[in-house]
């Protein structure tokens, strides 16, 4: 169940987690939020809420994805340059719950124009950089990011990257929180044994470990 009376999801969002080649493999570009306000000083992808004028379903996502590029980055994207990656569902009981869709593009080739109301500045970064400089402490990165971000991990360029994207849609991330005496030690995902049941018994794994720097990520098949 993906939402509740007392925790409905409140509308949706599209983030672009946008690519180029580099001398060390692929770069993602990440934007630096100011350090007051929603995810304070957090590194994000572009993206924000769809609003009405979108329109409804894939394509409307697709137009939100764009726009809010454009605002946020000055890059120009088209609609049909962007490839389905995933799509993140807030815990229940989460504030300003937004089921979020995420999509891989390729840089356009243009600069990056901040707005400075938006962001306060950006990098272009390795995963391996971004990750390696998050579990040092030097950068703030919330868990949909720090997973897209170890998804791409040792992609040697764009046209990997997108490759490993596939045609198979939006992957899917409910995330539940495994709390302990101290606060939420874990962020799991389907296929985690404990996923619905944190009492339950069994050895597969889908979490990502938030309670102490460096973060760490189990996912097992089973």
Not at 97 to 108: D, S, V
Request: one cysteine or more; aromatic letters at 8%; glycine letters at 14%.
């Amino acid at each position: 169940m993906d939402e509740t009376p007392e925790s409905p999801l409140v509308g949706e969002a599209a983030t672009v987690v946008v690519l180029r080649d580099g001398a060390e493999g692929v770069e993602v570009l990440l934007l630096e939020r100011p350090h007051s306000g929603s995810f304070a000083g957090a590194w994000v992808f572009p993206g924000g809420k769809v609003d009405p004028e979108d329109g409804d379903g894939e394509a409307g996502l697709r137009r939100a994805a764009v726009r809010e590029t454009l605002e946020e980055t000055g890059l120009v994207l088209e609609p049909t340059g962007l490839f389905p990656l995933s799509h993140w569902i807030p815990p229940i009981g989460a504030p300003k719950r937004l089921r979020t869709w995420f999509f891989l593009a390729g840089h356009p080739g243009a600069d990056v124009v901040l707005n400075p109301g938006e962001h306060v500045g950006c990098e272009w970064m390795t995963p391996e950089a971004a990750l390696e400089r998050h579990g040092a402490g030097g950068v703030v990165l919330v868990p949909p990011t720090w997973v897209t971000l170890h998804r791409l991990l040792g992609a040697r360029g764009v046209d990997e990257a997108l490759a490993r994207a596939g045609g198979d849609g939006f992957e899917r991330y409910f995330s539940h929180p495994l709390r302990g005496d101290d606060g939420v030690r874990a962020v799991m995902w389907s296929g985690d044994a404990q996923y619905e049941d944190a009492s339950a018994v069994g050895d597969a794994r889908h979490r990502l470990w938030i309670d102490a720097l460096p973060w760490r990520y189990e996912h097992s098949k089973v």
